[in-house]
C-alpha cells in the first residue's frame, strides 16, 4: 500500500520569500503524484500533478514541484510567496493502475506573514 | 480545470434523522467518484469508492449501512447518513475522477459539506 508523509505540520514565511514544502512517498512503482491546496472550509484545488516525463512539474498560481525518485519525494516550491498563498497543502500519492484512488499526507499549513 | 459541484454545502439535522449529500461533475461524465471524510485540522480519509452502475466499494472500517452511496449515473453520486449521530459530525467531500480525452487521469474534488448532527 501506498503512504505519503509531509515532515513539516506548520510552515510559517514571510511575504515574497521563497517556499518548499516536503513531500515524501512510498510505492512500490511509480506512483502518480499530485499536491492540492485548500482554504479554509473549502474543498481542495489541484494545483499540479505528475505522471511521467519531465520530472519539474509548473502548476497554476507560480507552483512548481520536482519528481526525485532516488529520494521518493516530490517537494512544492514558489519562488515568491502571496499573501493568499496561506492555506492547508496537501500532497497525495495514487498507483498507476486500479481506480487511483488518492492517498493523502497529514497536510502542511501555511501562513504568510507581512 | 473539471468542476464538481456539491449540495448542500452545509446541513445541520437532529440525531436519528438521515442526510443526503449530492455530488455533481458539471462538465465530466465520471465513472468513478470518491467520498472522503475530514475532521478538524487533519487530512483526507477515503470512505468508499462510487462506482457508477454497481456497487461502492467501502474502505476498512467504514460502516455500509450507515454511509449509503449511490452512482445512478455519469455525473451524480449521492452519499447518505443513515441514523446521523453527533460523532458522525464532519466535513464530507466527494471527487469525480476525470480520465477524459486530455489523456489525464485526475481526481476534482467538490467544495465540501459540513454536516453538523444535534
Known amino acids: 500500500a501506498q503512504s505519503v508523509t509531509q515532515p513539516d505540520i506548520h510552515i510559517t514565511v514571510s511575504e515574497g520569500a521563497s517556499l518548499e514544502l516536503r513531500c515524501n512517498y512510498s510505492?512500490?512503482?511509480?506512483?502518480?503524484l499530485f499536491w492540492y491546496v485548500q482554504s479554509p472550509g473549502q474543498g481542495l484545488q489541484l494545483l499540479l500533478k505528475?505522471?511521467?516525463?519531465?520530472?519539474l512539474v509548473q502548476g497554476i498560481k507560480g507552483f512548481e514541484a520536482e519528481f526525485k525518485r532516488s529520494q521518493s519525494s516530490f517537494n512544492l516550491r514558489k519562488p515568491s510567496v502571496h499573501w493568499s498563498d496561506a492555506a492547508e497543502y496537501f500532497c497525495?500519492?495514487?498507483?498507476?493502475?486500479?481506480?487511483?484512488?488518492?492517498?493523502f499526507g497529514s497536510g502542511t499549513r501555511l501562513q504568510v506573514q507581512p | 480545470g473539471a468542476v464538481v459541484s456539491q449540495h448542500p454545502s452545509r446541513v445541520i439535522c437532529k440525531s436519528g434523522t438521515s442526510v443526503k449529500i449530492e455530488c455533481r461533475s458539471l462538465?465530466?461524465?465520471?465513472?468513478?467518484m470518491f467520498w472522503y471524510r475530514q475532521f478538524p485540522k487533519k487530512s483526507l480519509m477515503l470512505m468508499a469508492t462510487?462506482?457508477?452502475?454497481?456497487?461502492?466499494?467501502?474502505e476498512q472500517g467504514v460502516e455500509k449501512d450507515k454511509f449509503l452511496i449511490n452512482h445512478a449515473s455519469l455525473t451524480l453520486s449521492t452519499l447518505t447518513v443513515t441514523s446521523a449521530h453527533p460523532e458522525d459530525s464532519s466535513f464530507y467531500i466527494c471527487?469525480?475522477?476525470?480520465?477524459?480525452?486530455?489523456?489525464?487521469?485526475?481526481?476534482?474534488f467538490g467544495p465540501g459539506t459540513r454536516l453538523t448532527v444535534l
Open positions: 462510487s462506482n457508477e452502475g454497481s456497487k461502492a466499494t467501502y
Open positions: 505528475y505522471f511521467s516525463g519531465d520530472t
Open positions: 462538465d465530466f461524465q465520471a465513472t468513478t
Open positions: 471527487s469525480a475522477r476525470d480520465i477524459g480525452n486530455r489523456g489525464t487521469d485526475t481526481q476534482y
Open positions: 497525495a500519492v495514487a498507483p498507476d493502475t486500479g481506480r487511483r484512488a488518492l492517498t
Open positions: 510505492y512500490g512503482a511509480t506512483p502518480y
